[in-house]
């Protein structure tokens, strides 16, 4: 829609594609590591960073699926330096046998993408005892973060390249619960809604971000850490909401973005020289947003990250 075509800052819009946003730049020498990678903007994102020379390491929790991806896109692109390691980020003993299977492997890390989720799913526990979304949304993520941070810290050292972590967030952040994250009710099922709690979880992606950025300035670390809002995307994040699902097909190719487009921002962000030095902000269509007074609430970031810290001991 023309609508959309309207450029920001950056010199990018909501149509822009994730190839028109990073072309021109050499991602060659860069290690990447992209969750969720075997459907969606995750795909894409994978199949981009690829395409610009990344060595890209797919966290998929379904290996066929992400087999599948990985030789679709070594047909496309016979150069790509892509590999697929299984992930389940709603077990917390699957995310440390994937972060140790990748520090044996004595690669650099240079880019961690954080896009993995689920949406509005009907209320599930985690292996783990933690309610499924805020589980495999935020917590799978905050424990993968913390466990790679070393290896990224000696990367960037090493290379004298900055490394970036990038939490791919939803405009859904502005709608959790009243309180923005229970702490005292993670697994209050009474309570539990379903589309609230996704909120809550991508509340928890923004606030993540944000308080990492700032501890890693505190470290004097050359790595940042952002957040963003990908855009509305027809992906099968609809599926446990039939009526929901219908609007979207029906709709989508009206107003929603397709997978190229809705990869844009999370590639933007990890590889664009506009991007360098600039941590703890939330992006939206590859420019600067603004989260909401809850994702910019610095003692809600700090109680989160406490929380997390608690949650993966």
């Not at 960073?49 to 070594?74: D, F, P, S, T, W």
């Not at 892509?82 to 440390?96: C, G, N, W, Y």
């Not at 993670?186 to 996704?198: C, E, T, V």
């Not at 590639?267 to 939206?284: D, I, N, R, T």
């Amino acid at each position: 829609m023309w609508l959309f075509g309207r450029k920001g800052a950056s010199g990018f819009s909501y149509s822009s594609t994730a190839e028109e946003v990073t072309k021109g730049i050499d991602g060659s020498g860069l290690t990447a590591i992209v969750t969720g990678a075997s459907s969606g903007i995750g795909t894409e994102t994978a199949r981009v960073l690829a395409l610009r020379g990344a060595h890209v390491i797919m966290g998929v929790r379904n290996m066929a699926a992400g087999k599948e991806v990985k030789e679709a896109i070594v047909k496309e692109i016979p150069a790509a330096k892509i590999d697929a390691m299984e992930l389940d980020l709603s077990s917390m003993a699957s995310v440390r046998k994937f972060a140790a299977e990748f520090s044996s492997s004595h690669l650099p890390l240079n880019l961690l993408i954080n896009n993995a989720g689920i949406m509005a799913t009907p209320f599930m526990l985690s292996k783990d005892n933690i309610e499924l979304q805020f589980a495999t949304n935020h917590i799978g993520h905050f424990l993968l973060t913390s466990l790679l941070l070393d290896t990224m810290k000696k990367t960037s050292r090493k290379t004298k390249k900055e490394g970036r972590i990038v939490n791919v967030s939803s405009e859904a952040h502005r709608f959790p619960y009243r309180e923005g994250i229970r702490f005292d009710k993670i697994n209050d099922q009474a309570g539990y809604s379903s589309l609230a709690a996704y909120g809550q979880s991508k509340l928890a992606n923004v606030l993540h971000a944000n308080e990492l950025a700032k501890r890693l300035k505190e470290d004097r670390a050359e790595i940042t850490a952002n957040s963003l809002h990908p855009g509305a995307i027809t992906t099968n994040l609809f599926r446990h909401h039939s009526i929901v699902e219908g609007l979207v097909n029906m709709l989508g190719r009206f107003v929603l973005k397709n997978v190229q487009q809705g990869a844009a921002t999370t590639c933007y962000v990890a590889l664009h020289p506009q991007v360098k030095g600039v941590s703890g902000e939330y992006f939206v269509d590859s420019n600067l947003g603004k989260a909401s007074g809850q994702g910019t609430n610095v003692e809600l970031a700090r109680k989160l990250w406490d929380f997390s810290t608690g949650l993966i001991k």
